[in-house]
């Protein structure tokens, strides 16, 4: 049988749907890339927000349209774990559905394959897609109680793995040929009772040509020794992912965010004593948000700097304690404070990246001509670009002649 498959959503997405490529491998499954010469057609969906949703529905819509008798379409993800009732009713085309992380094997016989959250973690065999990195998931779920947040509903409660099944899994990642290990979560540093810092320094020993970047931290688990790992393991890079959300205080408590502005300062004080990048995400126009509210977070990166910024407009989804909050902020509104927002990052970042002009930087060469350094995690930050092809997947010290707004020049 042949298989046609698309993966829509975020890295902790892309491994369930690496771990469904595995099981159609050992059901002698084939991949095609054209849609016509399959039997099954596999869409594995976000529905975190808005328009994760929309654009998951409109893909199935798409692919059901174009579906051809004797094939099956199979959807799985967050889509489903979110709107299975409603989606089984409106897309009768649909006729297997896959929760999330029920994705260790999908039964094609079986009309619905639901996950159990209380089962334990296995070690998760996976076809990789993103040579010559590749994301290993370190635990799944969330404890935290983010008022906006529809991860806990979707994924479950928070679980981890074995620290035995991970390096297992490094292992068999470094053996099969990756050089960049990123370890993803819905929150990395609460590992072992916020102990990330003793399985990063135990996976850093591990022998071979690799370097570890960890995505996802939760600002209030980070703790000094994590930084200090962090920020001075050769084989890690110094690289922190903190998604902080907003900065003031007001916002913070309404997002039911367990730290406050002065907590974050602290944080950024010590983490910026080191030479780390720093990459962080912020809602803007969450309900009661005013002016000077978010006039906070533009002080806040004009004062410290973030190397890599995203932004999102607050989105309201169903079963979140802030979808019954008043005092919504207009979509205009969100719209301008997202565009400045951007702005003000732009310019900053092209100053942020000025200081790298002449200095020599250890790249992972990605492409021919492209590679990635210690700033840049794939697919959401910037790129170095290369005057001449290299070999994908080696490591090159490389010397910055220019850059721009998010990316450095060989
Ligand atoms: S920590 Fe992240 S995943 Fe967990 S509830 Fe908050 S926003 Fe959601």
Redesign the pocket.
């Known amino acids: 049988m042949k298989c046609y498959v698309i993966s829509l959503g975020c890295p902790k997405n892309l491994v369930d749907t690496e771990n469904i490529l595995y099981s159609f491998s050992t059901q002698n499954i084939e991949f095609v890339y054209d849609p016509d010469k399959a039997d099954i057609l596999f869409v594995n969906t976000c529905a975190f927000i808005q328009k994760a949703i929309k654009e998951s529905i409109n893909t199935i819509l798409e692919v059901a349209h174009n579906k051809k008798e004797n094939q099956k379409l199979i959807v799985a993800g967050c889509l489903i774990s979110r709107f299975k009732n409603q989606i089984e009713s409106q897309i009768p085309e649909i006729d297997v559905f896959v929760d999330t992380n029920s994705a260790n094997f999908v039964n094609l016989n079986k009309k619905f394959n639901y996950c159990d959250f209380a089962k334990p973690f296995e070690i998760e065999k996976r076809i990789v897609t993103t040579y010559p990195y590749a994301y290993l998931r370190i635990s799944d779920g ?1 404890h ?3 008022s906006f ?1 529809t ?2 509903q979707i994924r479950g409660p928070y679980r981890q793995k074995n620290p035995e099944y991970i390096k297992s899994e490094f292992i068999q990642l470094l053996e099969k040929g990756v050089r960049e290990i990123i370890l993803i979560a ?2 990395t540093s609460c590992y072992n009772n916020n102990n990330l810092s003793s399985l990063l320094k135990d996976l850093s020993k591990i022998e071979g040509n690799y370097w570890i970047r960890v995505l996802y931290l ?1 600002p209030s688990s980070i703790t000094d020794d994590l930084i200090d790992t962090i920020a001075s393991t050769p084989r890690i890079v110094p690289y922190f992912d903190i998604p902080l959300q907003h900065v003031s205080d007001k916002i913070l408590k309404l997002m039911q965010r367990n730290y406050d502005k002065k907590f974050i300062c602290n944080l950024f004080d010590k983490l910026l004593k080191y030479d780390v990048a720093i990459r962080s995400t912020f809602i803007v126009g969450f309900p009661f948000e005013e002016e000077k509210d978010f006039n906070e977070i533009l002080d806040f990166i004009n004062n410290y700097r973030i190397d890599r910024l995203g932004a999102f407009e607050y989105s309201k989804e169903e079963n979140t304690k802030s979808a019954t909050y008043g005092n919504v902020v207009a979509y205009n509104t969100k719209r301008k404070r997202k565009a400045l927002l951007l702005d003000t990052q732009k310019r900053l970042s092209k100053k942020n990246l000025e200081r790298f002009i002449g200095k020599k930087l250890k790249v992972i060469i990605d492409g021919p001509k492209i590679a990635r350094s210690f700033l840049d995690a794939p697919e959401i930050d910037g790129l170095v670009k290369l005057k001449r092809e290299r070999q994908v997947g080696d490591f090159e010290d490389i010397v910055i002649s220019k850059s721009s707004f998010y990316d450095l020049y060989e």
Do not use: A, L, R, S
């Open positions: 969330c935290h109680n983010c947040c991860i806990p819905q929150d939760y």
